[in-house]
């Protein structure tokens, strides 16, 4: 069978300012020139994209890797709050004071579920 080599591999996203610049000047100036003439006709909701564009022309924008690792941390987060909403309701409502306590109630709530 033959081995599959994914084409990009997720990387811890780099610092905004350990960043390298490069400066497009073409593409720069063309992203403030959409910029100006988007505020002046009034086209508020395109300076959001007019910026990303000025950004990406500094060389401050994100890589594909980075973009990877980002979205399957943000995945997992969400995974990971669903999970402990949908649990909430198998925790006892009233918790001691005491962690000791509490890890006796858990005990003793655990021995009458089976989890596996």
Do not use: C
């Not at 198998?90 to 021995?111: G, H, M, R």
Request: glycine share 6%; proline share 6%.
């Amino acid at each position: 069978m033959a081995k599959r080599n994914p084409g990009i591999k997720a990387a811890v996203p780099k610092n905004v300012f350990v960043k390298p610049l490069k400066f497009e000047f073409k593409d720069l100036f063309k992203a403030l020139a959409k910029g100006v003439g988007h505020t002046a006709v009034g086209k508020w909701e395109e300076l959001g994209t007019d910026a990303v564009e000025i950004l990406s022309a500094i060389g401050i924008a994100t890589d594909p890797e980075e973009l990877a690792f980002l979205l399957i941390r943000r995945s997992a987060t969400r995974a990971i709050f669903e999970l402990v909403g949908e649990s909430a309701n198998i925790f006892p409502p009233e918790v001691k004071s005491k962690p000791e306590d509490l890890t006796s109630q858990l005990q003793t709530y655990a021995s009458g579920r089976s989890f596996l």
